[in-house]
């Protein structure tokens, strides 16, 4: 049996400037995380070959493929087994079509793999006084159904199902090989999405809490499937996916790069929802008709984002000097305001850094507004706007987000860590956070990780 987790992310930088390779975001990795157990399945017989995904949680959650391979090509066919209560997922066909076709094993066996996702990744009822949900809360509904609340579980899938499938049918470690679990990761996720996107989702994924640039579209877009494209050269194929992910340059910068310690981040879910794909087309079309314009726009943000990022390792590196010195400079901090901390009546060694923090997010929240009014995309829509500027208003807040590309469906906090109580329960009955669920969550840096199997024992 071999257990792998892969983390959600925070995005807390570089909306809409990720796309271009130019430009850094900054993004954290969460202990929310999807899960995937997987053992060989021995039950077959001989010459018949499945990979078989179950997600318990929710309701007809269950993905089984056949694999085969027709003489004389190189291409593992994968085939969805149809049931009447079957239903395509394709990040989880993608998974296995990639891997397969990369990993080009000689005998074709069989893998069952379970999936758990942490609760963070889907609204959840509010449990009765007294009582708690369940580790891994099931869902009446199918998973295409539950409401999400923007972790980035698609590209946190795709990782986990990619790892335990490449540890499976390779020689590879997915925690030692990083760069072809990425590669693998990233073609998967976007084949299974229809277009290649940015890839910080999936690089967090890997890596963890990272500042990152993104690769050449053209990695992945040359790719052309055999099962999009009965046409396509099988062999052609395959050795162009080998040669995306062990030869192409890549041209990723990916730097670790978390919260100092004391500062956590606290994200805050929003029944309701945006639609990301559509935003991001709208500002790629403003951008495209007032280049100059955006041009100017985007360095202005871009520094904003430098600034937050730079200052968070000028504090990281402060709390590694000394970090008795430093646990003692933070703790009065989580018993003041934005205002107080940057007032005269604050002195501390800390403030310079601390008011550079709350100082860049204000920035970047300035830039996204701007990006809101002139594109017509609801980035920090007023209702957002009105609900993060209270939180600025609570004790041990410096700043905070509508994370990613924005939109309605959560906030992101940058808090003291000493805070966290105290800021959940003045928002549980201040009128103005009525809207808001504090999700059960906290940056944990890591990315992909190998699991022990107790954690499993449910």
Request: hydrophobic share 40%; glycine share 6%.
């Amino acid at each position: 049996m071999t257990n792998f987790s892969a983390p959600g992310k925070a995005f807390l930088a570089g909306g809409y400037l990720v796309l271009d390779p130019r430009y850094p975001a900054f993004t954290t990795a969460l202990s929310a995380r999807i899960h995937a157990v997987s053992e060989h399945d021995t039950s077959l017989p001989d010459g018949m070959a499945t990979v078989t995904v179950r997600s318990p949680q929710f309701k007809h959650g269950v993905w089984r493929y056949t694999l085969s391979r027709a003489a004389g090509s190189p291409v593992v066919d994968v085939t969805q087994v149809e049931s009447p209560t079957s239903s395509p997922n394709p990040f989880v066909f993608y998974s296995v079509y990639t891997v397969l076709n990369y990993a080009q094993p000689g005998a074709l066996t069989s893998l069952d793999i379970t999936i758990y996702s942490d609760n963070a990744y889907h609204s959840q009822p509010t449990p009765p006084p007294g009582e708690t949900l369940p580790r891994f809360n099931s869902h009446d509904c199918r998973i295409t159904e539950a409401n999400k609340t923007g972790l980035g579980s698609s590209a946190a899938l795709t990782t986990v199902l990619t790892a335990s499938l490449l540890a499976a049918y390779s020689t590879l470690s997915p925690t030692g090989d990083r760069m072809v679990l990425h590669n693998l990761s990233q073609i998967a996720h976007c084949a299974a999405q229809g277009k290649v996107g940015s890839g910080f989702d999936v690089a967090c994924a890997v890596f963890g809490s990272i500042r990152y640039h993104r690769f050449p579209v053209e990695i992945i877009s040359g790719l052309d499937f055999p099962n999009k494209n009965p046409g396509a050269d099988p062999q052609a194929f395959v050795d162009a996916l080998k040669h995306a992910v062990n030869d192409a340059d890549w041209h990723i910068k990916i730097t670790p790069s978390a919260l100092p310690p004391k500062l956590r981040l606290m994200m805050g879910d929003i029944t309701g929802g945006s639609e990301t794909p559509k935003m991001v087309q709208t500002v790629l079309a403003w951008r495209k008709e007032h280049p100059a314009e955006a041009e100017t726009l985007w360095e202005s943000l871009n520094l904003a984002n430098i600034s937050l990022t730079n200052e968070i390792r000028s504090l990281t590196e402060l709390a590694r000097v000394n970090a008795e010195l430093y646990a003692e400079l933070m703790a009065p901090v989580a018993q003041l305001t934005a205002v107080e901390i940057a007032g005269p009546d604050f002195a501390s060694p800390l403030k310079a850094g601390l008011v550079a923090v709350i100082e860049s997010i204000k920035s970047i929240r300035f830039y996204l507004r701007e990006l809101t009014a002139k594109t017509g995309a609801a980035i920090e829509p007023e209702s957002q706007t009105a609900l993060l500027d209270a939180c600025t208003t609570l004790p041990g807040v410096l700043g905070g987000v509508v994370p990613g590309a924005g939109g309605y469906d959560a906030i992101c906090v940058v808090a003291v860590e000493d805070a966290f109580e105290s800021i959940v329960a003045a928002t549980a009955t201040d009128p103005r956070f009525k809207a808001i669920k504090w999700l059960d969550l906290h940056e944990e840096a890591a990315g992909l990780v190998e699991e022990g199997a107790e954690k499993y024992s449910l």
